[in-house]
């Protein structure tokens, strides 16, 4: 959910460059969809419903079905109150300027109701059909995500760490779904949602670097050195890629998958990690690209081979 994970957006949205503001050449219906962001929000469901089957002992198809519906409009509303408040500054940004509202195919108060509707509706599914804490966690990735995080990424590049919480939590939320009662957070769960946590530093930070001019004119501050597209910035990348591969084998330490899901994801983080030092020796926006799409390719299949616990 957080721009970590959900600006894929970039690669998947529908736009060319020669269209003007006054006729984006969409429809409001397609202004709609495009607010809820609707293939991101679907990559990010894909996360927290399979952490749901890693977790869960018996899955329930109602509550998948929950999480699934849930999930997605949680995320979505999430991802229009970000367009919301930041349409001001998407008309400043080449890979923003012909979003719905910068291009006020919608108008604000209907961006606004609509937004308001996904997030109490996903949050009162989740809170009805799968457990209250699921539903308090969904809320709570909603204002995480539009309210700290948004704000915070003019002001210092932490934002990143700040908008990696909730962009990590619905794979906590997909692990918290698959409990009974008020809902319970079991240690696997955390471990999930630690993997996909520190996985969107070097995946956003690589998107940032090839986008840092794009970023700039919006004033955002993205990679880790407020200097932009420096040593310290690609040593950061490196180092977390590093430490993603260590966190990625914590399930095994703790004994919850055996060694040949831990093969796979030994693989996995070795590939991005070569990717992100063939990065930090040549620091290209082609380079960051390939890390970029290596981070993609990581992380459902570093989720399916835990799913496996083999």
């Given at each position: 959910?957080?721009?970590?994970?959900?600006?894929?957006?970039?690669?998947?949205?529908n736009t060319t460059g020669n269209i003007s503001?006054?006729?984006?050449?969409?429809?409001?219906?397609?202004?709609?969809?495009?607010?809820?962001?609707?293939?991101?929000?679907?990559?990010?469901?894909?996360?927290?419903?399979?952490?749901?089957?890693?977790?869960?002992?018996?899955?329930?198809?109602?509550?998948?079905?929950?999480?699934?519906?849930?999930?997605?409009?949680?995320?979505?509303?999430?991802?229009?109150?970000?367009?919301?408040?930041?349409?001001?500054?998407?008309?400043?940004?080449?890979?923003?300027?012909?979003?719905?509202?910068?291009?006020?195919?919608?108008?604000?108060?209907?961006?606004?109701?609509?937004?308001?509707?996904?997030?109490?509706?996903?949050?009162?599914?989740?809170?009805?059909?799968?457990?209250?804490?699921?539903?308090i966690l969904g809320f709570i990735s909603i204002?995480?995500?539009?309210?700290?995080?948004?704000?915070?990424?003019?002001?210092?590049?932490?934002?990143?760490?700040?908008?990696?919480?909730?962009?990590?939590?619905?794979?906590?939320?997909?692990?918290?779904?698959?409990?009974?009662?008020?809902?319970?957070?079991?240690?696997?769960?955390?471990?999930?949602?630690?993997?996909?946590?520190?996985?969107?530093?070097?995946?956003?930070?690589?998107?940032?670097?090839?986008?840092?001019?794009?970023?700039?004119?919006?004033?955002?501050?993205?990679?880790?050195?407020?200097?932009?597209?420096?040593?310290?910035?690609?040593?950061?990348?490196?180092?977390?890629?590093?430490?993603?591969?260590?966190?990625?084998?914590?399930?095994?330490?703790?004994?919850?998958?055996?060694?040949?899901?831990?093969?796979?994801?030994?693989?996995?983080?070795?590939?991005?990690?070569?990717?992100?030092?063939?990065?930090?020796?040549?620091?290209?926006?082609?380079?960051?690209?390939?890390?970029?799409?290596?981070?993609?390719?990581?992380?459902?299949?570093?989720?399916?081979?835990?799913?496996?616990?083999?």
């Amino acid at each position: 959910m957080s721009e970590y994970c959900f600006k894929f957006a970039f690669f998947l949205e529908n736009t060319t460059g020669n269209i003007s503001l006054s006729n984006p050449g969409y429809s409001k219906f397609s202004g709609f969809m495009k607010l809820t962001k609707f293939r991101l929000g679907s990559l990010v469901v894909f996360s927290a419903l399979i952490t749901y089957f890693t977790v869960a002992e018996s899955p329930n198809w109602q509550q998948a079905l929950a999480l699934g519906i849930g999930g997605f409009l949680v995320t979505s509303a999430a991802n229009g109150f970000n367009q919301i408040i930041e349409k001001d500054l998407d008309k400043l940004m080449e890979r923003t300027r012909l979003r719905p509202m910068p291009t006020e195919v919608l108008s604000h108060t209907e961006a606004l109701i609509f937004c308001s509707i996904f997030g109490i509706g996903g949050t009162v599914l989740l809170w009805v059909y799968t457990n209250p804490l699921s539903g308090i966690l969904g809320f709570i990735s909603i204002v995480l995500y539009a309210l700290v995080y948004t704000p915070l990424k003019r002001i210092t590049p932490f934002s990143v760490f700040v908008g990696a919480f909730p962009g990590a939590l619905p794979t906590l939320i997909g692990g918290v779904a698959a409990t009974s009662g008020f809902g319970e957070i079991h240690f696997f769960a955390l471990l999930l949602f630690l993997i996909q946590f520190v996985w969107q530093f070097p995946h956003f930070w690589a998107l940032a670097w090839f986008n840092n001019e794009d970023y700039a004119r919006a004033d955002f501050h993205l990679l880790p050195s407020k200097a932009g597209k420096d040593d310290f910035s690609k040593f950061q990348i490196l180092m977390y890629s590093a430490f993603l591969l260590m966190v990625s084998l914590l399930p095994f330490v703790f004994q919850f998958v055996g060694l040949i899901s831990t093969g796979a994801v030994v693989v996995c983080g070795m590939a991005l990690l070569l990717q992100a030092y063939n990065f930090y020796r040549v620091p290209t926006n082609e380079n960051a690209k390939k890390l970029f799409f290596v981070t993609l390719i990581y992380l459902p299949l570093v989720q399916v081979a835990l799913m496996t616990k083999s």
